[in-house]
């Protein structure tokens, strides 16, 4: 249907404006002055644990190795030099200028606390800063020559997010920039997909391993409809973790209805109970196919483990 010119130019001027509030909402505002840094967190979910004080708490830990997995990963850090820095307070300190944090949550006006903290000698507590954030996405930068630390600090510990409501979710995006004397190179987190290249088609045809047959789930499919006792196993992940810790009401294999919801199926974890990664890496081998065995059922559904 066309339409005139005026109301042409009216939706325009709406779609610019949707287009610039998106922009707005994914990108941090007011970035630092332009210093070498990198990303270690990038669009992270984060959402707060239900604690007495009705503050929800989100940790994300960063001592050990997950510092330096989270340069490498996010930031595409191989520098052998400063990801060893990353592993002491003493060397993050020297390495890293300052902290920019940015988040965005589901309402601009929100207000979420982030703490960088270390821990201390012996993995004691050690020296922790805190700055407060707005949730519209706008980057706000802790300076760490502006902040009290203690001499005692061994190593980075974790960084916290504290939002208001335990129920709040909201995305976090931490880069650190470097002090003088440290570069890094210029990574795109988000660059363009090469579709049209040989290297991508190469990829996809990597990914298929196999098509398979599809024709015992369709018949498993066809005994449902005929309303036959139909056992479906469920093996590994969280839809059987916690199975026999919570009510069985509160297990996922009970709490949501089979679909298609047929007379005669039979939900089952093939007396796995808590078939969680955990439970599962302390199990042998043999206690899954033997259970399996013994249920003899018509289809087994597998979560990633």
């Known amino acids: 249907m066309a339409c005139d010119e005026p109301t042409k130019h009216k939706t325009q ?13 994914i990108a941090p505002k007011d970035p630092t002055a332009k210093r070498p840094g990198f990303y270690v967190l990038l669009d992270k979910p984060v959402g707060g644990l239900p604690s007495n004080d009705g503050v929800g ?43 920019g944090v940015s988040i965005v949550g589901d309402l601009p006006d929100k207000v979420v606390t982030f ?13 922790r800063n805190s700055m407060k954030i707005t949730t519209d996405g706008t ?5 760490m020559d502006e902040q009290q630390w203690s001499d005692s600090d061994e190593t980075p510990q974790e960084f916290l997010f504290e ?8 995305t976090a995006t931490v880069k650190l920039y470097l002090n003088d004397g440290y570069t890094v190179p210029e990574v795109d987190p988000d660059p363009p997909v090469a579709f049209d290249t040989p290297a991508y088609g190469e990829m996809i045809a ?6 398979g047959n599809n024709i015992r789930i369709k018949r498993v499919l066809q005994q449902l409809r005929d309303g036959k006792p139909t056992t479906i196993a469920f093996l590994g992940g969280s839809i059987t973790q916690a199975r026999v810790r919570f009510p069985r009401r509160k297990c996922a ?12 199926t039979h939900p089952t974890t093939a007396h796995m109970s808590a078939t969680s990664k955990r439970a599962l890496a302390a199990r042998p081998a043999s206690s899954a196919s033997s259970a399996m065995t013994a249920t003899s059922p018509a289809m087994v559904r597998c979560n990633p483990i």
């Open 206 to 211: 990597r990914s298929c391993l196999s098509t």
């Open 13 to 25: 001027t709406i779609q610019k404006r949707v287009k610039q509030t998106v922009l707005d909402k």
């Open 57 to 99: 708490r989100h940790p994300v830990y960063i001592n050990g190795d997950r510092l330096v997995t989270f340069a490498k990963m996010v930031g595409g850090i191989d520098d052998e030099n400063i990801l060893e820095m990353l592993r002491t307070a003493k060397g993050f300190r020297k390495l890293v200028h300052s902290v």
């Open 163 to 170: 939002l208001v409501k335990p129920k709040d979710i909201a």
């Open 253 to 264: 294999t009970r709490a949501r209805p089979m679909r298609p919801s047929a007379k005669g």
């Open 139 to 143: 980057e706000h930068i802790m300076v």
């Open 115 to 127: 703490t960088l903290g270390f821990s201390g000698e012996l993995g004691s507590g050690g020296s």
